[in-house]
């Protein structure tokens, strides 16, 4: 079972910045794929960014440039950097595991943490 807790949420104006903390209860280096998924009010959860164990990362095209993800093994913690926020940035940010073990993927969720943009 893994846990993860995010942190750093909040309300910020138009063009600001705010940095996302992702801490899981076990080794992150042991996880094979550990990403940030964000949902805003009536639509689909969507994949914002993501980063592999062997440290790959892949972006939604609609944050390319402003967001940076990374992660800290010796802090078990995953990093969402997000600069020049726009209000449409505006969500719930999930933190989000794959773990696949003896050939099956298993997929854990925190519990998000909201971020509001204001214009």
């Known amino acids: 079972q893994v846990q993860l807790v995010e942190s750093g949420g909040g309300l910020v104006q138009a063009g600001g910045s705010l940095r996302l903390s992702c801490v899981a209860s076990?080794?992150?280096?042991?996880?094979?794929?550990m990403n940030w998924y964000r949902q805003a009010p009536g639509k689909q959860r969507e994949l914002v960014a993501g980063i592999t164990s062997g440290g790959s990362t892949a972006y939604a095209d609609s944050v390319k440039g402003r967001f940076t993800i990374s992660r800290d093994n010796a802090k078990n913690t995953v990093y969402l950097q997000m600069i020049s926020l726009k209000p449409e940035d505006t969500a719930v940010y999930y933190c989000h595991a794959r773990w696949r073990r003896m050939n099956i993927e298993y997929d854990y969720w925190g519990q998000g943490t909201q971020v509001t943009v204001s214009s």
């Open positions: 076990v080794r992150i280096s042991s996880i094979n794929a």
